[in-house]
């Protein structure tokens, strides 16, 4: 079974920063695609960041110039550094991955959340 989980979420002010780390385990063979996501309530989840396995990453407009997502392969780990935070980034924010379990099946978990607040 693959698990992910992210943490680093918590309350910051505006203008502030923020770093969410999301690990993964269990039994995988490899991990391609891997992303940060967000959710408020009453609006459907939407993409923040992806990074492929190789590649240039992809970010929502809001967040470009804003956010960077990276990786670290050998420790199965991805990141998001948020600075210059605003309060319209206060969200739940969800790490998924794209990955082939040791048997060889395509899995696409999703973690817990972690709660972003930027208020002051």
């Known amino acids: 079974q693959v698990h992910v989980v992210e943490s680093g979420g918590g309350l910051v002010q505006p203008g502030g920063s923020l770093r969410l780390s999301c690990a993964v385990s269990g039994g995988i063979r490899s991990i391609s695609d891997m992303g940060w996501y967000r959710q408020t309530p009453g609006k459907q989840r939407e993409l923040v960041a992806t990074i492929p396995s190789s590649g240039s990453a992809n970010y929502a407009d809001s967040v470009k110039g804003r956010f960077t997502i990276s990786r670290d392969n050998a420790k199965r780990t991805l990141y998001l550094q948020m600075n210059s935070l605003k309060p319209e980034d206060t969200a739940v924010y969800y790490c998924?991955?794209?990955?082939?379990?040791?048997?060889?099946?395509?899995?696409?978990?999703w973690g817990q959340g972690t709660q972003v607040t930027v208020s002051s």
């Open positions: 998924n991955v794209v990955a082939v379990s040791l048997f060889g099946g395509r899995v696409n978990p």
